[in-house]
């Protein structure tokens, strides 16, 4: 966009405040890419922008904890563009696994959300709500280890067929989006692929 126009509009950098795009020239010099290696199991089709720990951790900060929203936008053509690159197929559909009822009500929003649909946009793809998140309370019955392994429980509607582009903010051991990857491919998905802004690089925290 227009840079001047930028600034009668108020926009800001959402990462050092300065007047101008979303994101300015010398703090996206500051975000490092994401690492493709180590692959993550159950992940075979992962894109992923920035390396969580150079830049990746307040680039989401600013979307999640600072309703810096315009972030998805930055980011979602980032996406598009990775996806197309990268992948062997085009999606067609973008979803989400969407964050806790909890998180949503205290954030007024869900980022993943935002990013599908803003990723979504970007491809000319559509964005389908597909996955639902099920409560801790399915899985009282596991141990907390167990529970940590496999993730958070997903089930998936109106994936019959479709080629899948799940899309996330972070993902670090990955747990969650094996298993929306799952659930996916249990309701008839033919391809499933992830798409995150960052990665946790190292031993999982
Ligand atoms: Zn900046």
Do not use: I
């Amino acid at each position: 966009m227009n840079a001047v126009l930028d600034v009668v509009l108020g926009s800001r950098c959402a990462l050092c405040g300065a007047p101008g795009p979303e994101v300015c020239g010398r703090c996206l010099m500051s975000l490092a890419p994401a690492r493709s290696e180590p692959r993550l199991e159950g992940l075979p089709d992962l894109v992923a922008l920035f390396d969580y720990d150079n830049g990746g951790r307040e680039l989401v900060a600013a979307l999640k904890y600072r309703g810096r929203t315009t972030v998805a936008g930055f980011a979602g053509a980032r996406l598009a563009t990775a996806v197309a690159q990268q992948l062997a197929w085009r999606p067609t559909v973008v979803t989400w696994a969407p964050t806790t009822a909890d998180r949503r009500r205290q954030r007024g929003f869900d980022q993943a959300d935002l990013l599908a649909r803003a990723t979504g946009r970007a491809l000319g793809v559509p964005v389908r709500r597909c996955l639902v998140r099920h409560g801790r309370h399915h899985q009282t019955g596991r141990a907390r280890a167990e529970r940590q392994a496999l993730g958070p429980r997903f089930t998936a509607r109106a994936a019959w067929g479709q080629r899948l582009l799940v899309v996330d903010d972070v993902v670090t051991t990955g747990a969650t989006l094996v298993s929306a990857h799952r659930a996916l491919f249990a309701a008839g998905a033919a391809e499933v692929a992830v798409a995150s802004v960052a990665r946790v690089e190292g031993p999982p925290r």
